[in-house]
């Protein structure tokens, strides 16, 4: 089977690296791929293809040049802007879900209301279409407080408030244009006391599977401090989220999602990414992403022990009844962000990146996420560039292992994080 595989990140590296895995696979196509995607020893073929994702036709018309069996669209921006409803009506295989459905990620307002509707537990909330009625909505919360973009931000567009003056300060940002259209409106929370967790369930419209949990680190620095990022490293599985909370999860969140989008006409077909706040009063959905993590997916496609387009070709032909329940290794992996100086701001572009070969020969998997190749150099193309990624039999050992793998490349203009899987190491440390 040929598979076209649309992105360029961590999290497309990661998925193309275990796609790649498969029995099932002739050729992988990657659009537009990135310079790690195809550097893997595989049994199939790999290819970059130049490719817009945003020209649906162009992306139909070469699925049927190739025989593409099964498209995996990787960012949310396609998703969003409805590219798996195009590809189907062409008869084209997609694991994605449609227009209606990536609305879930596409606006924080319409999960909100869904979770009314649905009897979803979350956080109590306003959502604004102007400045003065956001600036009178923060009188029914207290501090801190919560202010989100209604929009796609690259997972920036949060601010916790800690006061009135941090509220307003946000509320105007946004209405300003500070995350460009994402902040057209905007969703004031209530904010919510608790640890946060990730966690990820494959549906076909109609079925869900639980497909494992991690906790990602969004602060740029050391100890949670600093703005929101796109995730500067993570660990799965989150053991905070026990076997009897996953199970909550999916009875009180995901199970009602999928069956209220059903009877409303829009079914979701793909990967839901719950983000989750464990709660004095149980689980509570945060928000809801409809793509896998990044840097998430990198720490779950480590763990995963199956054939992972086998599976996904189960969920976009409605299949997934008839699945396996997913298969997770028990070791730990955990995945530290290597990031351009600059970033979450404007990061340093161009920087060269050396050693990564001698990060790998000690067992870590490095995957490129923001890359380049200029001439016979490897270098820094966007904010988040490598994340570099072990596992090991506890999540100490597991940053221990990456960290090393860390300390073997060469990337003078970028940082990373050096406390990813803190809490749950800690964790360990208490129990030993």
């Known amino acids: 089977m040929n598979v076209l595989l649309l992105g360029s990140g961590g999290r497309e590296h990661a998925l193309a690296w275990r796609l790649a895995q498969s029995p099932l696979l002739d050729t992988l196509f990657a659009a537009p791929g990135n310079p790690g995607i195809a550097d893997h020893a595989s049994p199939a073929e790999v290819h970059g293809v130049a490719l817009d994702p945003a020209d649906h036709p162009a992306v139909a018309a070469f699925c049927a040049t190739e025989n593409i069996g099964l498209v995996v669209i990787g960012p949310e921006g396609p998703l969003v802007a409805g590219l798996a409803d195009d590809l189907r009506a062409a008869g084209v295989a997609v694991f994605g879900p449609g227009k209606a459905a990536a609305r879930l990620e596409g606006s924080k307002g319409f999960t909100k209301a869904l979770c009314d509707r649905a009897g979803i537990p979350t956080a109590a909330y306003r959502r604004c279409t102007s400045l003065d009625q956001a600036l009178a909505a923060l009188g029914s919360f207290g501090f801190p407080v919560v202010v989100k973009a209604d929009g796609l931000a690259a997972g920036k567009g949060v601010i916790i408030a800690a006061d009135a003056a941090e509220a307003e300060a946000a509320c105007r940002l946004m209405f300003d244009g500070g995350f460009g259209a994402a902040g057209a409106e905007v969703v004031i929370e209530e904010f919510l006391e608790g640890e ?30 600093g703005p929101n990022t796109g995730g500067m490293g993570a660990y799965s599985p989150a053991k905070v989220l026990t076997a009897d909370l996953e199970a909550q999860v999916m009875a009180g969140i995901v199970a009602p999602t999928v069956a209220t989008l059903a ?16 709660t004095a009063q149980g689980p509570k959905l945060i928000e809801y992403n409809v793509r896998f993590g990044d840097p998430e997916c990198q720490v779950l496609m480590m763990r995963f022990e199956g054939d992972l387009l086998a599976l996904l070709l189960a969920v976009a032909e409605g299949r997934l009844a008839d699945a396996a329940p997913p298969s997770f290794s028990a070791d730990p992996a955990l995945t530290v962000v290597m990031a351009a100086n600059g970033y979450p701001g404007t990061p340093a572009k161009g920087g060269t990146i050396a050693g990564v070969a001698a990060a790998e020969a000690g067992g870590a998997k490095v995957f490129h996420a923001g890359t380049a190749v200029d001439g016979d150099r490897l270098t820094a193309n966007g904010g988040r560039v490598l994340a570099v990624t072990a596992t090991a039999g506890s999540v100490a050992a597991a940053q221990a292992a990456a960290y090393r793998a860390v300390d073997a490349i060469d990337f003078e203009s970028g940082f990373c994080r050096r406390d990813i899987g803190w809490r749950e190491a800690a964790r360990e440390q208490a129990e030993n």
């Open 196 to 225: 946060e967790v990730s966690f990820f369930a494959l549906t076909d419209g109609a079925t869900a599977l639980a497909f494992g949990s991690a906790q990602d680190h969004k602060r740029v620095g050391d100890g949670d401090v």
């Open 263 to 278: 009877a409303e006409g829009m079914p979701c077909s793909g990967v839901l990414f719950a983000g989750l706040m464990l």
